[in-house]
C-alpha cells in the first residue's frame, strides 16, 4: 500500500506544518543530504499557475531546521524565461533572506546536460535532463492542482518534470507539444529520477484551462506522497470532484494517457486499491469518503 496524506485547509502555512508532522521520519533522513526541490515555476503567475512561495520558504526552513546539509532550488521555466520568473516569485528574495540555499537556472549554458535513450519512447532522439539529479540525495517536488489545455490534460507530479528537460538546442518542447503522444512522452521523463517526496497544493485549482490561466476553484486541500501515480490519481479525483474537463472527466482514472504510460514503465501503484487515504484530521477524513466515491 502506498500512502497520500490529505490534509483539508485553506492555509498553506498550516498544511505544510501538518505535511512536516506527519513525514517526521522522512525528513529526519534528510539530515547531512543534499535536497532538490522541483517546484512548478513554468510562468510566474499566482497560485495554481505556480508553486507558491510560501510553499518554498516553508520547506527550505524546515529542511534547514532538520540539518539537511545543501538545499538546491532547480527549475527551467516555459514559456516565460526562468529567471525572471524566479526574481518575480521572489525566490532571489527569499535566498537574500534564509540563505542556506542554492538557486540553479536550468535554462543557463553552464548546466551539465545527460542524455536519456531508450527504444520504447515516444521521443524521437530520447531527450537530455540534469547531471545533478544523480548527485542529490533526495528530490522534493511541489506540483500544483490544476488542468493543461496544451494537450496535457491535466499537470500534477508527472507532469512537472517537463521543467527538467531543456528548451535551448533541440526543440523539445516543440517536439513535445506537437505529438500525438504528449502525455506518454511526460510519463516517460519521469524515468529519470523518483522523488523521496512529492507534496501537493490544491488550497487553489485550475479546474479548466491552465497552466497559466484556467478557472478557478478553492479546493482547500494539500496531498503528499511518495508515489507519483497515486498522488496523480488522487489529484485527478478532485478535479472530478471539482467539475472540470471532458478529457479529465472520462474514463477510469488509471486510463488516463499519462498515468496509464506511468504505469507501463512501473513509475508507481499499479491500482487504486494500493493506495491508502489518509486524512490528516477529522475534516479531512471528511474529505477523504468524498475523494473515494471518485475512485469508485
Known sequence: MVKVLVVKTKSRIDGMKKIFQYYTDTFRTFQNKTIIIKPNFNTADPPPASTDITIIRELISHLISVGAKKVIVMERSGPANTHQTMVIKGLYTL?????????????????????????????????????????????????????????????????????????????????????????????????????SLIILDGVDAFVTGGPAKGSLKNAQVMLASTDRIAIDSIGVAILRELGTTPEVSKGSILDQEQIARAIELSLGIKSLEKIDLVGYDKYSQNYVEKIKKMLN
Open 95 to 195: 535566498q537574500e533572506e534564509l540563505g542556506n540555499f542554492d538557486i540553479i537556472d536550468l535554462s543557463q549554458p553552464q548546466t551539465h546536460w545527460i542524455p536519456y535513450n531508450s527504444d520504447d519512447l515516444h521521443w524521437k532522439k530520447g531527450f537530455l535532463y540534469p547531471k545533478l539529479l544523480e548527485t542529490a540525495d533526495a528530490i522534493i517536488t511541489l506540483p500544483c492542482l490544476k488542468t493543461h489545455q496544451f494537450g496535457g490534460h491535466f499537470t500534477l507530479s508527472l507532469k512537472i518534470s517537463v521543467g527538467l528537460v531543456p528548451r535551448d538546442g533541440y526543440n523539445y518542447m516543440s517536439e513535445l507539444h506537437s505529438s500525438p503522444h504528449i502525455r506518454k512522452m511526460i510519463a516517460e521523463i519521469n524515468q529519470i529520477y523518483n522523488p
